[in-house]
């Protein structure tokens, strides 16, 4: 209980001196690719009491991209905590101060009726929307870049289940700069703070050759201070896999702020052998495919970078 009222206290007071330097309420906005967009408005009274708004935020889709309402509370407990400056333990005392507002219906308080989960990506989303809110820094990546590949599965031409396996990673990105600082460069932050598997111990369990992984430079929003770059990977199959990518911020650039330059959007290729099988040609995909590959043809992500902060002088 202790625990409790003290990071109740803390958000109090950090949201007090919020109230004291900011017009109420505070507001901000964000899409997915498909043009659902993401609203919050922040409302905070002079006790350090908070309504977190989400109306305006687009409706539930067809898809699993629907997120369970716990996404978001997730969501506004990590930000809060990160903009505070003091190192208190995750606990519900953190959300005693916030009323939490999520129209039913909507992509992130959807019904029992359609499908979830996209929470690497509207976790990500919704964090990126709160910290515009507070104007604390500019875009991350925004995307967890979840990427896969295997075999087994359903046959498309039997309709048979055959066995097999499967193996999935998340790709950093750029981190957004900040009022005194550099974003970081291809990792993963926020919500999907994930390493990934070492090159060698891939290649060893599963039939790829990692071709490269690598920062991608110049992807970064350029400003007083840059944000981070993104990432490339290239896997190529040795035998034939089905592979899989699931991300976003393919359309909407990761914002800057304060001045600063967006980042650069990602991108994501496919390298498949022509007819003659004599080259590799590239083919352009959406943020969310999936494919089978041959042997020796490749999967390219190209994951995106931060947003810049300030005018670059």
């Not at 996209?118 to 809110?133: E, K, M, P």
């Not at 991300?247 to 600063?260: I, T």
């Not at 089978?292 to 002088?313: D, F, Y």
Request: some cysteine; charged content about 20%.
């Amino acid at each position: 209980n202790a625990i409790q009222r003290n990071s109740e206290t803390a958000v109090r007071e950090y949201l007090k001196s919020v109230s004291q330097t900011r017009t109420m309420p505070l507001t901000a906005s964000d899409h997915f690719d498909d043009g659902t967009v993401i609203k919050v408005s922040i409302s905070i009274d002079e006790a350090g009491g908070a309504v977190f708004d989400f109306t305006g935020t687009g409706p539930q889709m067809w898809g699993n991209y629907n997120c369970p309402i716990s996404i978001t509370h997730s969501a506004v407990i990590y930000s809060v905590r990160c903009l505070l400056d003091a190192d208190i333990p995750l606990n519900d005392g953190c959300l005693s101060p916030i009323d939490i507002r999520i129209p039913k219906g909507s992509v992130l308080r959807p019904s029992a009726s359609v499908a979830i989960c996209g929470s690497t990506l509207a976790s990500q989303r919704v964090i990126d929307t709160i910290l515009r809110a507070f104007e604390s820094c500019a875009a991350f990546s925004g995307c967890a870049n979840s990427f896969g590949w295997g075999m087994g599965g359903r046959n498309p031409a039997t309709g048979i289940i055959e066995p097999g396996w499967n193996y999935g990673e998340t790709v950093g990105g750029g981190c957004g700069a900040g009022p005194g600082w550099h974003g970081e460069h291809a990792i993963q932050a926020h919500s999907t703070n994930t390493k990934i598997t070492d090159a060698e111990v891939v290649e060893k369990r599963t039939p790829v050759i990692i071709r490269k992984h690598a920062i991608n430079p110049n992807t970064g929003g350029d400003g007083e201070y840059r944000g981070g770059n993104g990432a490339v990977r290239e896997i190529e199959a040795r035998i034939p896999l089905k592979f899989s990518i699931l991300s976003d911020r393919r359309v909407f650039s990761p914002y800057g702020m304060n001045g600063g330059q967006p980042g650069s959007v990602g991108k994501n290729y496919a390298f498949k052998w022509n007819e003659e099988k004599t080259a590799l040609e590239r083919l352009s995909l959406t943020g969310k495919a999936a494919l089978a590959l041959q042997a020796g043809e490749i999967m390219q992500i190209n994951s995106p970078g931060g947003g810049g902060w300030g005018v670059h002088t």
